[in-house]
């Protein structure tokens, strides 16, 4: 987590239910500006996991499938770490070379946007020891399915405030990325290998979906 942290992510941070019984898990880059900003709007508040966090009895975690969530998150670390005034997205897709290419898929995690999703899910479970935990496949029923798992349907907001999915360079940088995987396997694998821990959480895991009642 330590790349996560170095570049703002704070540890434990989420938003808590108006009744404070309900806790949910902010990971960046499974939408969680848009989820952030719908539990706002149904008076949730913003809420960091420590002291005050004992009247807590049941975790929400959305989950996305790594291969998208780590292009969605590279196209954000570029966009908001490398570009920059005079140099946008043209320029960076103009000068990608192999080095750069390297560089990237070497690395891989590159901040809080690219870290396993399995860390953050970790870090939960350690600051909320025993509590029972409902996880969901982040897809268009996400926000209807979390209502009702809680018992409590949730409005939507009145814009998608998710701005950087929409930006600019944020559509260049990642269907550029995304283009490069598709037109070369040993990209595409070197993600999957280096991501297989959230592949196999995912793969085990137990979501929700209605009728089925889990954990809620």
Not at 36 to 53: I, Q
Not at 167 to 182: A, G
Not at 185 to 197: D, I, S
């Amino acid at each position: 987590m330590q790349e996560a942290v170095r570049h703002g992510y704070v540890l434990g941070g989420g938003l808590r239910s108006p009744d404070k019984q309900h806790f949910y898990l902010g990971i960046p880059k499974n939408a969680s500006t848009y989820l952030s900003n719908t539990l706002l709007a149904n008076a949730w508040h913003y809420h960091t996991l420590g002291d005050d966090s004992d009247k807590i009895t049941h975790a929400i975690v959305v989950l996305k499938d790594p291969m998208d969530r780590w292009v969605s998150g590279v196209g954000t670390y570029i966009t908001s770490w490398i570009l920059g005034p005079g140099y946008g997205s043209d320029h960076f897709v103009k000068n990608y070379n192999d080095l750069s290419e390297r560089l990237l898929f070497e690395t891989l995690i590159l901040d809080d946007h690219t870290t396993p999703q399995v860390r953050y899910v970790q870090q939960l479970e350690q600051l909320l020891p025993g509590i029972p935990v409902t996880y969901f496949k982040l897809d268009p029923h996400v926000i209807e399915n979390i209502g009702d798992c809680i018992g409590q349907p949730l409005k939507m907001p009145a814009v998608d405030s998710n701005i950087s999915e929409d930006h600019y360079d944020q559509r260049v940088v990642t269907s550029f990325i995304k283009n490069r995987i598709l037109n070369d396997f040993t990209l595409k694998a070197k993600v999957v290998a280096r991501f297989q821990e959230d592949y196999d959480f995912i793969n085990q895991t137990q979501f929700y979906y209605e009728p089925r009642q889990l954990n809620c």
